[in-house]
């Protein structure tokens, strides 16, 4: 399968992420939003990004201008048309997902890979909405994107061995780890993550230490680069509840109840390190 052109529908953080990837190899991408203040804020992230690995000899200041130039930012929907693959990198919301995946299905040619960058959504479930199941398939990148290897690759109920394999092939292209896994709640990484956050919050909720000294403790006994409660931050803490209540529902187990503190602080609009308030101030 010959992927030439890739079309990245969302242009927030992972969004523009998975743009920059793979314009940086030599991909050209369709990069898709509603309004073109996101796309040129996407541009403008993607810039500095690629600033940043001229600065530290990554890439030269031709690859730089290279890689933006291979990146097209449209409003219409339609223009994903040409592309051979496309990726859906939208909020964890079903119903916009749904929406996109069967105006994907619509717009582009039969042959053309569905990916979802999803991180915890049934892919089942968004193949489900399409004519193709055996093309859709969950393409889940790390954040920052740029710098992080490990690409989850899901296999939905109908995803085909030859999409997989694409998958894979492509994944490598991008300098990326691609690691199979099948379509469950939260899939592997959040399945494990997710409840690790959530009971560092309620070990705050309950009094038992303040953030800073649970993240001290996973720093310094743990060796983690950051603590769960840093990483809430960076991660979002509106995105670890939607992550939370698919994993409860998903597989209907208590444990997996979103931490009320968590609740309460995404009603509050304390949604971490982009809103400049969560767990610490920013």
Not at 58 to 75: G, M, N, P, W, Y
Not at 137 to 164: Q, W, Y
Not at 181 to 208: C, I, K, Q, T, W
Request: aromatic share 6%; net charge neutral; with cysteine.
């Amino acid at each position: 399968m010959d992927i030439k052109i890739v079309g990245v529908v969302g242009a927030g953080t992972m969004g523009n992420g998975i743009a920059h990837v793979f314009a940086k190899n030599r991909y050209h991408v369709v990069l898709c939003d509603v309004e073109q203040r996101l796309l040129d804020r996407a541009l403008d992230t993607i810039g500095k990004n690629l600033d940043r690995e001229v600065a530290k000899a990554k890439i030269s200041a031709d690859d730089r201008a290279t890689a933006l130039q291979k990146i097209e930012t449209v409003i219409d929907r339609a223009v994903l048309a040409k592309c051979d693959l496309v990726v859906e990198a939208v909020f964890e919301k079903l119903e916009l997902k749904q929406q996109i995946f069967r105006d994907l299905d619509r717009i582009c040619r039969p042959e053309v890979i569905l990916a979802s960058n999803t991180s915890s959504i049934s892919i089942t479930k968004l193949a489900g909405f399409t004519q193709r199941p055996d093309k859709v398939i969950g393409m889940h990148f790390f954040n920052p994107v740029p710098v992080m290897k490990l690409v989850e690759v899901i296999r939905g109920l109908a995803t085909s061995d030859e999409t997989c394999a694409a998958v894979k092939t492509l994944a490598g292209n991008l300098d990326k780890s691609p690691v199979e896994v099948h379509d469950a709640p939260g899939f592997v990484s959040n399945r494990v993550l997710m409840p690790l956050l959530n009971e560092a919050m309620y070990a705050v909720m309950e009094g038992v230490a303040t953030p800073e000294a649970v993240d001290e403790v996973f720093k310094l006994g743990m060796n983690h680069p950051m603590g769960p409660l840093t990483l809430a931050d960076f991660i979002g803490l509106d995105v670890c509840l939607d992550i939370m209540r698919v994993l409860h529902a998903g597989l209907g187990d208590p444990k997996y109840y979103p931490c009320p503190l968590l609740i309460k602080m995404v009603d509050a609009g304390w949604l971490g390190r982009k809103a400049g308030r969560g767990f610490y101030k920013y």
